[in-house]
């Protein structure tokens, strides 16, 4: 059995898309494999809203399970920062699971497609930091910086979608890093 940890931070306003994601992950994951969903969340309202918390409840099973979190405590480590808040849990992320080899961000707005999420999970991430997806609409627009359209000197990347290989970045102290940078 496979064992997948996938993070989300959210608002208010994206517990709809949230939930629309869970159910992707969920409806093409293979039948041997669990996800443990983790859900941060900005501010104590909304853990405590019985509504949401039931909403997110519902997709549980035994290969689903969904950990609900209040991201509060490790962003107050940070002092005072910019809104909005959710952004700050990328980096804080690999410090937060200590345990973990691996772990995936994704962003609310994301859908899982079959193949399912296994085969990027499984993906050798050799001595990377990471695994991220480009970002095509920054990548290759005219709109968004054109003089950089068609080359690999500043890839963009989209940071909704995340593979942490939490396993290289300790010894090296990357997760550290990461919550500096913020």
């Not at 609900?68 to 490790?74: K, L, S, T, V």
Request: a negative charge; aromatic letters at 14%; hydrophobic letters at 40%.
């Amino acid at each position: 059995i496979m064992e997948i940890h996938i993070a989300s931070s959210i608002t208010d306003n994206y517990c709809d898309l949230l939930y629309i994601l869970m159910g992707s992950v969920k409806a093409n994951k293979q039948p041997d494999t669990e996800i443990v969903y983790h859900v941060f969340i900005p501010y104590q309202g909304l853990q405590d809203h019985d509504y949401y918390k039931c909403f997110f409840e519902s997709l549980e099973d035994d290969t689903f399970r969904i950990d609900i979190r209040d991201m509060m405590p490790e962003v107050k480590k940070l002092g005072n920062l910019e809104p909005p808040l959710i952004f700050y849990i990328r980096c804080l992320l690999p410090g937060i699971f200590k345990e973990l080899d691996r772990l995936f961000y994704l962003d609310a707005d994301v859908l899982c497609y079959n193949p399912g999420i296994e085969n990027y999970w499984a993906m050798d991430l050799m001595n990377c930091y990471a695994a991220v997806a480009p970002d095509p609409a920054i990548c290759y627009s005219e709109r968004y910086a054109p003089e950089r359209r068609n080359t690999k000197a500043h890839p963009y990347f989209n940071a909704g979608v995340i593979l942490y290989n939490l396993k290289y970045m300790r010894p090296s102290g990357m997760d550290k890093t990461l919550e500096d940078w913020c």
